[in-house]
């Protein structure tokens, strides 16, 4: 059959079948999209026609993936999300898609709805100006780098001497990119300029990355990467080195170096979303639907827990009433051969519905004060216990908090706004303001005004409930200690933190460092224990461990007391020093938030030895601030 024929048969198909639905371009169908509330479908059905312009890897149960425009290199304008397909779709094919058209958060879409193919790309491009095979690229600026710049090199093999990471690996289909891709809301606020920049650098992050067979976890690096150039969006492996981020690297431990950066810690704190930890109500729907089911995870989540090894733990989606958190507490004790105990809040029914609560060691420490709650927005969810180091006699208070999500529909000033907060972000930002009110009270209540205030806020870091509680005197620990590269939890391939880490002054100047361990938000989630019989500690949750040390010394202030204002990054001989700076301290991190070296700076001339060639991220810590900058080690 003809490639004529083909386009007429698909045609009538299409107008026979769909004659009774309204044909409408990629731009129609995205102003409809977005009129819409969140998740919300439209009552009509609609045809949306358009080219193929990116891809989301191969057919899963005949379905796919893959983004439309208007125009053959138009971009992200409509979303085809899991919509059947006859065959493989591919960029540059002409196609049209029939369904109910929604808004999910910003994205405009079709969701589970028919693909007919009109049209194939026959390949055909005008190609003369196609640099040799063989070509070698150095990517500048990995912040801004965007996938239009392979358009030149198609039907090309190309070698990248800039490093790629692994940013989506869902269904064993591989995304990559020079960067991680980050939530809008994550690294600027909702609405701004810079929430619209990385909005548009999003859209054009990533390629798909073919010919991989072996499993590779999200922030793994591709070193000396060389492909196939097939589209703009899609690419085939030919070699590289794979390096970094790997099972085998984290089952070491989490990193030392970030918990200790502003000295040793003789107190280490754990924070977890536990995912739905049910021990009696079994079954409901939500969490293990079993006996076997939960014992798998009692095993992963028992593992991951011993092996971070801290001296006290908050949880949230942990199951009401007490014997979820004694089973934990005995699985510690017997795992570590350390004594732990956790802090009974009463006699409330187990129940489908999760809390917060909490585990220590009590080697190490002992609860000073009774149990506060706090119960604005969901009962059970926010609460705080003041602890006393034994050793020093020195107190702090710990509150552990879930917010409310960002899921179902909500109306007034929990509807989504379109902003990237989602849901139900009134009713967060109203707990963020009883979290700081509660505060007050408190400690008056335990005579002590350190704080940390750890849990999942379902917020991102730049969100509203968290700009509430840094206006209210918190320092967010993330940033503080990671500036823009810290993360516990992805979506989508975006990747951001949700699991948060504050605190105020004076508890700022007793914490020594703090880290996400990425045992979770990085691993597929094949790994999960209703998916797999995979019991090692990887996917125990769908959300990383937070982990920060704390040195408890109630005369200590803010360190790297820096003599001056005018620091200044130089080279001598390529090799880079910090001028000006003496009295602080640095941390030198890759691109993907690990540490490579950090130091206190001693000298007027502080150099920093040791570095390879590449991109770093350059913190220098002082006067209770963190100064940041790109640093390009030639």
Same mark, same amino acid.
């Given at each position: ?171 064993? $289909? ?22 619209? $920049? ?40 030919? $070699? ?51 006996? $076997? ?342």
């Amino acid at each position: 059959m003809s490639r004529v024929t083909c386009l007429i048969f698909a045609i009538c198909i299409h107008m026979s079948v769909f004659a009774a639905t309204r044909e409408i371009s990629c731009a129609e169908a995205a102003t409809i999209a977005m009129s819409l509330s969140h998740n919300e479908p439209t009552n009509e059905t609609y045809t949306v026609i358009g080219y193929v312009t990116e891809t989301d890897g191969n057919l899963s149960r005949g379905q796919q993936i893959f983004w439309m425009a208007d125009t053959p290199n138009g971009g992200r304008v409509f979303q085809s999300y899991w919509c059947t397909v006859p065959q493989v779709v591919e960029v540059g094919d002409r196609v049209s898609i029939t369904g109910k058209i929604m808004r999910y958060n910003s994205t405009p879409e079709i969701k589970n709805g028919t693909t007919i193919i009109l049209s194939k790309d026959d390949g055909n491009d005008n190609n003369e100006d196609v640099p040799t095979t063989g070509t070698t690229i150095t990517i500048t600026d990995p912040e801004t780098w965007k996938n239009t710049e392979l358009k030149q090199y198609v039907g090309k093999t190309i070698e990248f001497t800039t490093p790629f990471y692994v940013c989506n690996n869902y269904n064993g $289909s591989y995304k990559i990119s020079p960067r991680r891709v980050y939530q809008p809301t994550n690294q600027a606020l909702p609405l701004s300029s810079e929430y619209s $920049s990385i909005l548009s650098l999003n859209a054009y992050a990533t390629v798909d990355l073919n010919g991989v067979s072996e499993y590779h976890r999200l922030g793994e690096r591709l070193h000396n990467l060389k492909v196939k150039v097939n589209s703009q969006t899609s690419v085939s492996l030919v $070699s590289c080195d794979w390096r970094g981020n790997t099972r085998a690297e984290l089952e070491n431990g989490y990193d030392s170096i970030a918990v200790n950066l502003r000295g040793e810690a003789s107190v280490i704190v754990c924070c977890m979303n536990l995912e739905y930890y049910l021990v009696d109500n079994l079954g409901t729907g939500y969490g293990p639907n079993d006996l $076997s089911a939960h014992m798998r995870q009692r095993a992963k989540v028992s593992k991951a827990l011993a092996k971070i090894n801290a001296d006290l733990y908050g949880f949230v989606e942990i199951e009401q009433g007490q014997n979820a958190l004694k089973e934990i507490a005995d699985d510690l004790t017997l795992n570590t051969g350390r004594q732990f105990k956790y802090i009974n809040d009463g006699g409330y029914p187990n129940g489908s519905f999760t809390k917060s609560g909490f585990v220590y060691c009590s080697d190490v420490l002992t609860p000073h004060g009774g149990l506060r709650e706090n119960n604005t927005g969901v009962n059970e969810r926010k609460k705080t216990q003041a602890f006393m180091e034994k050793a020093t006699g020195e107190k702090f208070l710990f509150s552990v908090n879930h917010f409310k999500a960002k899921s179902g529909k909500g109306s007034g000033d929990n509807a989504d706004q379109g902003d990237g907060q989602g849901t139900f972000n009134g009713d967060r930002v109203r707990e963020a303001q009883s979290l700081l009110s509660n505060y007050a009270r408190d400690c008056v209540f335990y005579n002590d005004s350190d704080i940390l205030i750890m849990g999942d806020l379902n917020a991102y870091a730049k969100e509203d409930p968290i700009t509430v509680l840094l206006k209210g005197g918190m320092t967010d620990l993330h940033r503080a200690f990671h500036a823009d590269s810290s993360y516990s939890y992805v979506y989508r391939g975006y990747t951001g933190y949700l699991d948060h880490a504050l605190c105020n002054k004076s508890m700022y100047a007793q914490v020594t460092g703090m880290v996400a361990y990425h045992i979770n938000s990085d691993e597929s989630d094949n790994y999960t224990y209703d998916k797999s019989s995979d019991l090692t500690m990887f996917r125990c949750s769908d959300h990383d461990p937070i982990i920060v040390g704390l040195r408890l010394d109630s005369t200590m202030v803010n360190d790297g007391d820096i003599t001056t204002n005018s620091y200044e990054v130089l080279f001598y001989n390529e090799t880079p020093y910090i001028q000006n700076a003496e009295g602080g301290y640095y941390v030198v991190y890759r691109v993907d938030g690990s540490v490579v070296k950090s130091a206190h700076i001693t000298t007027q001339r502080e150099t920093i030895e040791g570095l390879c060639q590449g991109i770093y991220i350059l913190n220098i810590y002082g006067k209770g601030k963190c100064w940041k900058s790109k640093l390009l080690v030639p």
